[in-house]
């Protein structure tokens, strides 16, 4: 939280100096460096900017694990999938799930070679699990179960609701470089 304040702040100040820079020596005249009134405007400007992006980006996620799996381009893995590897892996979902006492959550592949997985959604009811290709061609059935068990303990663990959280936080302070 200390840290995103700050963030906040040394937008508010970046904004503000790159206006004043622009206001002195593009306005022909030579303006005083301190200007209460237009640091206001600045800092309610940016308040607004990253407060609505945030909620605007928050309530996009508000279905839960399914939107941030469909914002990574995540494809769902079917339950009547032949893929042998594909059937490992709702096996272990499913076995985790049981272990833990959670309703079996619905499984996404990314399309990508490199070795990640992430668990997304609001609450265990509407969590996600995620899993890239490369877990499926380069992990051993035990390691592949390490890695989706790492998964459910942050679903038992309420960090997907965090970690939503922050997307939105991020997409706010995002917002002015993508602007900029």
């Given at each position: 939280?200390?840290?995103?304040?700050?963030?906040?702040?040394?937008?508010?100040?970046?904004?503000?100096?790159?206006?004043?820079?622009?206001?002195?020596?593009?306005?022909?005249?030579?303006?005083?460096?301190?200007?209460?009134?237009?640091?206001?405007?600045v800092a309610a400007g940016v308040g607004i900017m990253v407060g609505g992006t945030?909620?605007?980006?928050?309530?996009?996620?508000?279905?839960?694990?399914?939107?941030?799996?469909?914002?990574?381009?995540?494809?769902?893995?079917?339950?009547?999938?032949?893929?042998?590897?594909q059937k490992r892996l709702l096996h272990i979902v499913e076995e985790m799930a049981?272990?833990?006492?959670?309703?079996?959550?619905?499984?996404?592949?990314?399309?990508?070679?490199?070795?990640?997985?992430?668990?997304?959604?609001?609450?265990?009811?509407?969590?996600?699990?995620?899993?890239?290709?490369?877990?499926?061609?380069?992990?051993?059935?035990?390691?592949?179960?390490?890695?989706?068990?790492?998964?459910?303990?942050?679903?038992?663990?309420?960090?997907?609701?965090?970690?939503?959280?922050?997307?939105?936080?991020?997409?706010?302070?995002?917002?002015?470089?993508?602007?900029?």
């Amino acid at each position: 939280v200390v840290y995103f304040v700050l963030g906040i702040l040394i937008l508010i100040a970046l904004v503000y100096g790159l206006l004043l820079v622009f206001l002195n020596y593009g306005g022909g005249g030579a303006l005083s460096w301190w200007q209460p009134e237009l640091l206001g405007v600045v800092a309610a400007g940016v308040g607004i900017m990253v407060g609505g992006t945030s909620l605007f980006k928050v309530s996009q996620l508000s279905s839960g694990g399914k939107a941030v799996a469909l914002m990574m381009d995540a494809v769902e893995v079917p339950v009547t999938t032949t893929d042998p590897r594909q059937k490992r892996l709702l096996h272990i979902v499913e076995e985790m799930a049981i272990a833990a006492g959670v309703p079996v959550h619905p499984v996404y592949l990314l399309d990508e070679p490199g070795i990640n997985a992430f668990a997304a959604g609001y609450a265990p009811g509407d969590a996600v699990v995620a899993v890239s290709q490369g877990c499926l061609d380069y992990l051993t059935r035990d390691e592949l179960q390490g890695v989706v068990a790492h998964e459910f303990s942050h679903i038992l663990n309420g960090d997907m609701r965090l970690n939503i959280r922050l997307i939105g936080l991020i997409s706010g302070i995002m917002v002015l470089s993508v602007i900029g």
